[in-house]
């Protein structure tokens, strides 16, 4: 396995990519289980092969977005969502077709008409349709070849990270923990081959990102508004965002300077035509871009559910859209503040499962993580409180974050 270069290391001329598995010989699949259950073991999680994993996951899915020189044109290859297009590649097109199915099961899950403040119970009724079909809609196609490997265990252990992936129906909520279950769903089927039918050169991962993860946002979009679910583990107004982060990464990513394949990722500068940063806080803007990139679609989904000044009740965006180094610069503080404030926080990880795919095992090549505020800020038990300490006036590019080997953006 190639491990990513450490902070303050020489930077590599390419980011690693996760790696796929033998399925001639397949490690033991089992069910993912709980292993968070007290602030100190995020210090344990962080030193995990499963937190190197997601990292390196998520940066080279953050690459693949990011604008391309093209031989000849003075014009760059640009990767914008195209909503309703369709996917030519058989793995993707399965992923479809499998979160299609998932959202058709709404219409067997009508509202409860009672009276109440917050989440609609019948959103449980949609999670147990969900549940109950779950192993038949992993079982088909393409999907069924796949997950068949180990006479179906690891079809067990990837449907606990689908399931995990849609809220929870005890609290009747949804953030960025199951956003991160989905993630490492998608994770899983990468380390299973399943994407082996894309084609290499970044394109298959720009593939599952704005045909696969997208799509499951929207799918989630419509299950917040439609059940009225409450964010889980707000911050409230001092969060990024009350349900959702990777937008934000790959949405500005769309945005940032032009490179090569053998560049790094830029950490500064936007590609030219592209909204400035500070477009977040006109709506027209706003309404034209969320088509099309993913920030804005966030944001978009933002003014949906939100009324009043945009500073007022996202002022973390808003101060991010204060910078003026452009979007690779946001994209940098962006990938700082999901090792932060998603993979550092107890609360957020603490429902994260670990099996073969995802590994609580150690990396033997993990720095120890550094106590900054994020680390010492963590619940003792799972039931415990303490009084949280206030959340520092910066922006992204200003978090002192856990040093991650893989969260330097080159």
């Given at each position: 396995?190639?491990?990513?270069?450490?902070?303050?290391?020489?930077?590599?001329?390419?980011?690693?990519?996760?790696?796929?598995?033998?399925?001639?010989?397949?490690?033991?699949?089992?069910?993912?289980?709980?292993?968070?259950?007290?602030?100190?073991?995020?210090?344990?999680?962080?030193?995990?092969?499963?937190?190197?994993?997601?990292?390196?996951?998520?940066?080279?899915?953050?690459?693949?977005?990011?604008?391309?020189?093209?031989?000849?044109?003075?014009?760059?290859?640009?990767?914008?969502?195209?909503?309703?297009?369709?996917?030519?590649?058989?793995?993707?097109?399965?992923?479809?077709?499998?979160?299609?199915?998932?959202?058709?099961?709404?219409?067997?899950?009508?509202?409860?008409?009672?009276?109440?403040?917050?989440?609609?119970?019948?959103?449980?009724?949609?999670?147990?349709?969900?549940?109950?079909?779950?192993?038949?809609?992993?079982?088909?196609?393409?999907?069924?070849?796949?997950?068949?490997?180990?006479?179906?265990?690891?079809?067990?252990?990837?449907?606990?990270?689908?399931?995990?992936?849609?809220?929870?129906?005890?609290?009747?909520?949804?953030?960025?923990?199951?956003?991160l279950s989905f993630l490492a769903f998608v994770g899983c089927l990468w380390k299973l081959g399943f994407f082996k039918d894309g084609k290499p050169g970044g394109e298959i991962e720009r593939e599952i990102v704005l045909n696969v993860i997208e799509p499951y946002l929207r799918v989630v979009r419509k299950l917040i508004l439609t059940y009225t679910l409450e964010p889980a583990g707000s911050h409230g107004v001092w969060g990024l965002d009350d349900h959702s982060f990777i937008s934000y990464i790959f949405g500005s990513a769309q945005?940032?300077?032009?490179?090569?394949?053998?560049?790094?990722?830029?950490?500064?500068?936007?590609?030219?035509?592209?909204?400035?940063?500070?477009?977040?806080?006109?709506?027209?803007?706003?309404?034209?871009?969320?088509?099309?990139?993913?920030?804005?679609?966030?944001?978009?989904?933002?003014?949906?559910?939100?009324?009043?000044?945009?500073?007022?009740?996202?002022?973390?965006?808003?101060?991010?859209?204060?910078?003026?180094?452009?979007?690779?610069?946001?994209?940098?503080?962006?990938?700082?503040?999901?090792?932060?404030?998603?993979?550092?926080?107890?609360?957020?990880?603490?429902?994260?499962?670990?099996?073969?795919?995802?590994?609580?095992?150690?990396?033997?090549?993990?720095?120890?993580?550094?106590?900054?505020?994020?680390?010492?800020?963590?619940?003792?038990?799972?039931?415990?409180?303490?009084?949280?300490?206030?959340?520092?006036?910066?922006?992204?590019?200003?978090?002192?974050?856990?040093?991650?080997?893989?969260?330097?953006?080159?």
């Amino acid at each position: 396995m190639a491990s990513a270069a450490p902070l303050g290391a020489a930077p590599l001329p390419r980011l690693p990519a996760l790696d796929t598995i033998d399925l001639a010989s397949p490690p033991s699949f089992s069910k993912p289980l709980k292993r968070i259950n007290e602030g100190h073991d995020v210090a344990r999680f962080l030193r995990s092969l499963a937190y190197r994993d997601i990292g390196i996951f998520v940066l080279q899915l953050n690459r693949s977005l990011c604008p391309r020189h093209q031989p000849g044109s003075a014009l760059p290859r640009l990767f914008p969502l195209t909503p309703g297009s369709p996917s030519s590649t058989p793995s993707v097109q399965a992923l479809q077709l499998l979160l299609s199915d998932i959202e058709s099961l709404l219409a067997r899950a009508p509202l409860d008409p009672g009276p109440r403040r917050f989440g609609n119970t019948s959103f449980r009724t949609w999670y147990a349709l969900v549940e109950e079909k779950l192993h038949d809609l992993l079982s088909v196609g393409l999907l069924g070849q796949t997950l068949g490997a180990g006479g179906g265990t690891a079809r067990e252990e990837v449907a606990s990270y689908l399931l995990g992936a849609f809220g929870s129906p005890q609290r009747l909520d949804y953030g960025t923990g199951h956003e991160l279950s989905f993630l490492a769903f998608v994770g899983c089927l990468w380390k299973l081959g399943f994407f082996k039918d894309g084609k290499p050169g970044g394109e298959i991962e720009r593939e599952i990102v704005l045909n696969v993860i997208e799509p499951y946002l929207r799918v989630v979009r419509k299950l917040i508004l439609t059940y009225t679910l409450e964010p889980a583990g707000s911050h409230g107004v001092w969060g990024l965002d009350d349900h959702s982060f990777i937008s934000y990464i790959f949405g500005s990513a769309q945005f940032t300077r032009p490179i090569s394949e053998t560049d790094l990722m830029p950490l500064e500068g936007s590609v030219r035509g592209a909204p400035k940063p500070s477009d977040v806080t006109n709506a027209a803007v706003v309404e034209d871009q969320r088509a099309t990139n993913m920030y804005f679609s966030a944001i978009g989904f933002i003014n949906d559910v939100k009324k009043g000044p945009f500073w007022e009740h996202s002022p973390i965006l808003f101060d991010i859209s204060g910078i003026r180094d452009g979007w690779g610069k946001i994209n940098k503080g962006m990938i700082k503040m999901f090792n932060a404030e998603v993979l550092s926080k107890f609360p957020v990880v603490q429902h994260f499962p670990f099996g073969s795919l995802f590994s609580w095992d150690e990396d033997p090549d993990a720095p120890v993580p550094t106590q900054s505020v994020h680390m010492v800020n963590q619940p003792m038990a799972a039931s415990a409180t303490r009084p949280p300490i206030p959340p520092p006036s910066a922006t992204a590019a200003q978090i002192t974050v856990t040093k991650a080997p893989w969260a330097k953006s080159g």
